[in-house]
Nanobody, 121 residues
Framework: QVQLVESGGGLVQAGGSLRLSCAAS????MGWFRQAPGKEREFVAR????????YYADSVKGRFTISRDNAKNTAFLQMNSLKPEDTAVYYC??????????????????WGQGTQVTVSS
């Protein structure tokens, strides 16, 4: 069983920044997803086990940065130039399979509790 603890959500004005953190109980490839009201959960970003490979949804590319501190088994999502359409509950998740990159939620076995990000216009 993998434990994940998220932090860092909040309310910010459009154009502002937030940094999300996700501490895991082990070292895995990790991803961030988000779910807005009435919408399906969608992929945001992924980072490989080593941190050497990162992947982003087109909607956040150039604005969000995923990173990790392997000494602390923690992943981060730096979100800049936030837009109202970024408003959602953000979830971190781990991929325990050691396979190729996965962009669907079904590829992740364990999930954090979610943290609310609200961007006002």
């Amino acid at each position: 069983q993998v434990q994940l603890v998220e932090s860092g959500g909040g309310l910010v004005q459009a154009g502002g920044s937030l940094r999300l953190s996700c501490a895991a109980s082990g070292r895995y490839a990790m991803g961030w997803f988000r779910q807005a009201p009435g919408k399906e959960r969608e992929f945001v970003a992924r980072i490989s086990l080593s941190g050497g490979k990162t992947y982003y949804a087109d909607s956040v590319k150039g604005r969000f940065t995923i990173s990790r501190d392997n000494a602390k088994n923690t992943a981060f999502l730096q979100m800049n130039s936030l837009k109202p359409e970024d408003t959602a509950v953000y979830y971190c998740a781990v991929d325990v399979t050691n396979g190729g990159p996965k962009f669907q939620s079904s590829g992740y076995a364990y999930w954090g509790q979610g943290t609310q990000v609200t961007v006002s216009s």
